[in-house]
């Protein structure tokens, strides 16, 4: 599905995306269409020297930026530093919290915004703090008691940290060892840690246990004040309504006065889907599930491929590296 053709886009939709105002009637929306979408774009675009071809990068860190050794090759550095040259505006647009992006050695040479917890937490390309969409302690407790009683183990995202963790620390670990980090956790002890903000949960199984993830995504579909994705298979991230990826674009191009020619997103996962959805191209890796495959546009190369490097290129045809 395309940028055009999204329910998404038909919601948020022209007004938006232009002039920063909300237009959110599908019916009037799908009637323009998109010719008129094009033209009128042509027109504003005219009348406000708009001169300049920006087109926005969004891509998804974990399974598609980063290797299997979760490390950015150094081709796809090279085609970041030259998007970022020729002008175009670069996201990193991930469900991991802050800290566990920065900490990524090559991150430190990439002055790019970054948009944390499914577009919860958004970063300025100077790591300032530009937007935060928390849940609420009533809201916290009736998800964490819906997905306790499935059997299924909690991480609590903060503007504190993650606990009783964030989810990269838990590769290294057995998920015996995961099972009694769950087990030990006081999650009362959340809400006595100072103004602390709840950004997102994550309901965690073992591999063998996704059918749990299938009962958790059921027992909370009712739930409009929620988005609900997996960035795994063995994963179900729940965020407020307002983090979603997709809307994380939009709103940043609306803070910052910008206006995006085009919006590429690369991503893996069923958290990606959200910014498939606003963009005018989406490309999944080759390592992503069947089921995000068929979201996209198109389909590059693995993440131990280049696949991000390799879908640039192909695309653009104007990347020299």
């Known amino acids: ?5 999204s329910k998404l886009f038909g919601h948020y939709a022209v007004i938006f995306l232009l002039t920063g105002n909300l237009y959110s009637d599908q019916d009037d929306f799908d009637k323009i269409g998109k010719r008129k979408i094009r033209s009128f774009f042509i027109i504003l675009k005219k009348e406000r020297n708009w001169d300049e071809d920006m087109k926005c990068f969004s891509i998804d860190l974990d399974g598609t930026l980063l290797n299997s050794q ?4 150094h081709e796809n550095l090279s085609v970041l530093h030259e998007l970022k040259k020729q002008g175009h505006e670069v996201i990193l647009n991930t469900g991991r919290a802050f800290p566990d992006v920065i900490k990524i050695k090559a991150v430190e040479e990439l002055q790019v915004p970054i948009f944390c917890v499914n577009g919860a937490v958004l970063y300025s390309d100077k790591r300032e703090l530009m937007y935060e969409a928390t849940i609420d302690e009533k809201t916290f407790k009736e ?11 909690i991480l609590v995202y903060t503007n504190q940290g993650g606990f009783p963790s964030t ?8 998920w015996n060892e995961i099972e009694e980090m769950f087990r030990q956790f006081d999650y ?11 950004y997102k949960l994550i309901g965690l199984v073992n591999h063998d246990e996704t059918e749990k993830i299938d009962r958790v995504k059921e027992a909370l579909s009712e739930r409009s004040d929620l988005s609900i994705a997996s960035s795994f298979p063995n994963n179900i991230e729940i965020t407020s309504s307002e983090a979603h990826k997709g809307k994380a674009i939009l709103r940043y191009q609306k803070m910052k006065q910008l206006t995006f020619e085009e919006i590429y997103a690369f991503g893996d996962g069923g958290n990606d889907i959200a910014q498939f959805e606003i963009a005018t191209t989406s490309v999944a890796m080759g390592n992503a599930p069947k089921e995000v495959k068929e979201k996209a546009d198109f389909v590059t190369k693995t993440n131990d491929e280049n696949g991000f490097a390799y879908a640039v290129k192909e695309l653009l045809k104007a990347v020299s590296v």
């Open 70 to 73: 979760h490390e950015i090759s």
């Open 143 to 153: 998800i964490f008691a819906a997905v306790k009683a499935l059997d299924v183990g």
């Open 167 to 174: 989810l990269p620390p838990l590769h290294k670990l057995s």
């Open 188 to 198: 009362d002890s959340i809400f006595k840690l100072e103004n602390v903000k709840i």
């Open 1 to 5: 599905m395309t940028f055009w053709q």
